[in-house]
């Protein structure tokens, strides 16, 4: 698997939206966090294996002393000094090295998941942290102009036109809408100390969210195919090669090892005999096999790989199958949000219209503070609406980017 750097900016530079602050949340998400780290650590632990496996069985030494020396023609064998090494068959060290790298590149696709599924959830934040703000902002917009109409109520109550009842209602409607303004921050602090705790930072560091997101006139072009380069499905090709690694390794098993020594006797001298190989030391170089003649534990090994084998690849269609629900899902919730966003839109505009019909009534000398807070009534909900729907959009596209993003 490649291995790159990843900051996944979801949709943001897509679709117009300035992304520059959240691609800096993403980094310092993505440099803090303890399970990336630890992900790393695992990962440099793997690498190390293949130097570990780089290496022969140890080298045996032996050494005796005769306590009653046995004679031999040439002289009496005082003690024996043995040197031997065990080889691995041809090939098998490389093996040994390849499943090793195999079993380290199953730990880097497990980094990458854990960085994508991290930068998802700080998007995904993010993006509630907008909806939040966007939310309070109408509101406060929406209790200024029922002050505007408290002041016309007022008015109108001076020269008749209204009754105390009319002002009344009014304050009730914007102590209710600044009940929701007080609720609203406090669910902002709790998505902020969520966003925080993603970043690995205090909870109480105030977060920068853009001012206003839109919806975009064009969408961007999904590729479902792209899917199938989802690390979560590339993780069980690593898995697969692991085992056929692991069968490798296997085979090479199953083949003879061979080692080489040399045994060293040192001979005494006979005093009673002269001749030319009086005392001469016994050299011995020796040649060993190692052959497994019962292998039924490697028959066993290779059974159990071809399960194994057979086993990931059934993992990897049912993963498939709940990456597609997923898919499926999200471009269903996302093709929503535009539509609501159209509908609400449209809606404001009427709400608005019938708002200005109101206002000009007022100046003709009648108005009626019960369709005064209807349409307010009505233009909260259109508003609210319709920020739901820009931030439905863009958490469905965060998603979508998880899926299917190279």
């Known amino acids: 698997m490649k291995k790159r750097f990843i900051y996944i900016v979801f949709a943001l530079a897509a679709f117009g939206v300035n992304a520059q602050s959240l691609e800096d949340y993403l980094r310092e998400a993505e440099l803090n966090s303890p399970k990336i780290q630890a992900l790393e650590l695992r990962y440099n632990i793997a690498k190390e294996k293949v130097n570990e496996v780089n290496t022969l069985p140890n080298t045996t030494i032996g050494a005796g002393y005769f306590v009653s020396e046995p004679e031999t023609r040439t002289g009496a064998q005082r003690a024996k000094f043995s040197v031997s090494q065990m080889l691995p068959w041809f090939g098998t ?32 934040s993010y993006y509630k ?8 902002k109408v509101l406060k917009e929406n209790i200024e102009l029922l002050k505007t109409y408290e002041t016309l109520a007022l008015t109108s109550v001076e020269v008749g036109k209204a009754s105390a009842v009319d002002v009344l209602k009014l304050q009730i409607r914007q102590n209710e809408l600044q009940q929701q303004k007080e609720v609203l921050e406090q669910t ?12 690995h930072r205090d909870e109480s560091v105030g977060v920068e969210v853009v001012d ?15 899917l199938s380069l989802n690390p979560e499905l590339l993780k069980y090709d690593q898995l697969y090669e692991s085992v056929t690694q692991s069968e490798l390794l296997n085979q090479k098993a199953n083949a003879p090892s061979f080692g080489i020594g040399l045994d060293y006797i040192p001979v ?6 002269v001749f030319s190989d009086n005392g001469k030391d016994i050299v011995m170089p020796m040649v060993t096999f190692s052959v497994p003649i019962f292998n039924n534990k490697f028959r066993s090994t290779t059974k159990q790989n071809e399960l194994r084998q057979k086993e990931i690849e059934l993992q990897k269609e049912e993963r498939l199958n709940v990456l597609e629900n997923a898919y499926a899902n999200a471009i269903s919730q996302w093709n929503q949000a535009r539509i609501a966003h159209q509908t609400q839109a449209k809606n404001l505009k009427q709400a608005r219209d019938a708002e200005e019909i109101l206002i000009k009534n007022y100046e003709t000398g009648t108005i009626d503070f019960n369709d005064v807070l209807d349409i307010q009534e009505l233009q909260l909900k259109f508003q609210t609406n319709q920020i739901q729907s820009v931030q439905l959009y863009y958490l469905q596209s965060a998603i979508i980017n998880y899926l299917i993003n190279k």
């Open 93 to 124: 060290i490389t093996t040994r090295e390849n499943y090793a790298s195999s079993m380290a590149e199953t730990e880097y696709a497990e980094i990458v998941i854990a960085k994508r599924k991290l930068a998802l959830s700080v998007a995904q």
């Open 268 to 273: 005494s001298e006979r005093d009673d005999m």
């Open 212 to 226: 206003e997101m839109d919806i975009p006139v064009d969408d961007p072009i999904f590729n479902k195919e792209d």
């Open 129 to 136: 942290l907008y909806g939040v703000q966007a939310k309070q």
């Open 188 to 199: 902002y602090l709790a998505e902020q100390a969520v966003f925080n705790n993603l970043l």
